[in-house]
């Protein structure tokens, strides 16, 4: 059995500079403390957690003498003056391309127009993003649910860094057809999960089995499942080598593999290993 690497997999810029900045805390000896997982994959952040970082799910369980970190997803504008308050030192480790979304929502907001997000409204960054434009900022998963929403003034549409570009495109065309004035598209979508699911769609052609490597909370992960399923039905989302049926592999001559832009090369170096000795 032969196993092919997508071109580009796991760990992406954003998730990387997460990492970095978390252990250059410990390094300096800080007590830290993530505000909710720092990334989407268990494995990763078990080996966080024994180096020292700790998680806590509320603003209120941070203190001085604690350095507080938040995640790669980013938080809202009250969540960040709130740890900023209680902590010793804020490390803001929000993704670059996260932020880029935070500040076009809080631009457009401040102009009085309307943003629609296509995205998932109860991911992380969304809520995050949201919070730039409480009262103005819209979350669909889809051009169907644009029908719940109220009129809309010169919207800009952006979207969840890591949603389907067809799933973005459709509904930004959608939203041009039923708001009234201009309507500004901003491809958002981060140029790691492109390259990702443009990698994987590629080598799902060309294989009998896939293997996605990422946590099950991961959309990036989720979505390319998805991907390589257009191509290559027997396509398996898995988190770490364990999760591998040999069964699956019944027949097979070669599968692909790629990850999830929160799954460290040390996991995949470990599927590939095990997918080697089944083969």
Not at 15 to 21: G, K, L, N, Q, S
Not at 82 to 88: G, K, V
Not at 90 to 119: H, M, S, Y
Request: charged residues 25%.
């Amino acid at each position: 059995m032969k196993v092919l690497l997508a071109d580009e997999r796991g760990f992406c810029f954003g998730v990387e500079r997460a990492v970095d900045m978390v252990e250059d805390a410990l390094g300096e000896g800080e007590t830290v403390r993530t505000l909710g997982p720092l990334i989407h994959n268990n494995e990763e952040m078990g080996r966080l957690e024994e180096s020292g970082v700790t998680t806590i799910s509320e603003p209120v369980q941070i203190k001085r003498g604690e350095t507080a970190v938040i995640r790669a997803h980013g938080v809202t504008p009250g969540v960040q003056n709130d740890l900023e308050s209680r902590a010793s030192k804020v490390v803001d480790a929000t993704c670059p391309f996260v932020t880029r979304v935070q500040k076009l929502t809080a631009r457009a907001a401040n102009e009085g127009r309307n943003v629609v997000i296509v995205g998932n409204p109860d991911h992380p960054e969304m809520v995050g993003v949201k919070g730039y434009a409480p009262d103005h900022a819209f979350i669909v998963n889809s051009a169907e649910e644009l029908a719940s929403l109220p009129k809309l003034q010169n919207p800009l549409v952006v979207s969840q860094t890591t949603i389907k570009a067809k799933t973005f495109f459709d509904t930004a065309e959608a939203v041009k057809e039923i708001a009234e004035g201009d309507t500004e598209v901003i491809n958002t979508i981060c140029s790691a999960t492109r390259d990702r699911q443009d990698s994987a769609r590629s080598l799902s052609a060309h294989v009998d089995a896939f293997y996605v490597i990422g946590g099950e909370h991961s959309s990036n992960s989720r979505k390319l499942l998805a991907v390589c399923k257009e191509n290559c039905r027997k396509s398996f989302l898995i988190q770490t080598e364990a999760d591998i049926n040999a069964a699956d592999l019944e027949g097979v001559e070669t599968v692909g593999v790629t990850a999830g832009a929160s799954t460290p090369n040390w996991l995949i170096d470990n599927v590939v290993a095990k997918l080697e000795s089944l083969g």
